[in-house]
């Protein structure tokens, strides 16, 4: 990649794995307490154990984003779990902003992680692709 793309992949990698780590550690741990959450996928017919390991794979997808630590595989394995909070959210139409929050940001999330999947790590990392 020239410079100008490992600077865009980076800035795209970065970013997304501030927003990882914000939908774990803050928003799911702090805001909704992992009850909550285990309660909400509970609601949509899930298993509570899914709850946990959502947690767990964005707080260190997160991290490893954030730091690029084995991006691509951090990312591709986000994937399917932004494609569920897709489904979850599907019924609250295609604004997220909407009540019940729409699918709109969870779908644009799925793109992003598949784009970082597909890119690597870009600059400012830990590891080289």
């Known amino acids: ?16 794995g501030i927003i990882f780590i914000a939908h774990s ?8 307490t992992l009850p909550g959450t285990v309660g909400f996928f509970e609601s949509l017919g899930l298993p509570a154990i899914l709850a946990y390991i959502t947690f767990a794979a964005e ?14 595989w951090a990312a591709l394995a986000l994937v399917p779990i932004v494609l569920g909070a897709t489904w979850a959210h599907s019924g609250a139409g295609w604004v997220f ?6 699918w709109e940001y969870p779908l644009f999330l799925a793109i992003a992680s598949a784009t970082v999947a597909l890119q690597g790590n870009g600059s400012f990392a830990l590891q080289r692709n």
Request: hydrophobic letters at 50%; proline letters at 0%.
């Open 1 to 16: 990649m020239n410079n100008r793309s490992d600077h865009g992949t980076a800035l795209l990698r970065i970013s997304l």
């Open 25 to 32: 550690l803050y928003l799911k741990l702090v805001v909704f």
């Open 59 to 72: 707080a260190i997808g997160g991290i490893a984003l954030l730091v690029g630590f084995h991006a691509r």
């Open 97 to 102: 902003s909407s009540a019940g929050g729409g």
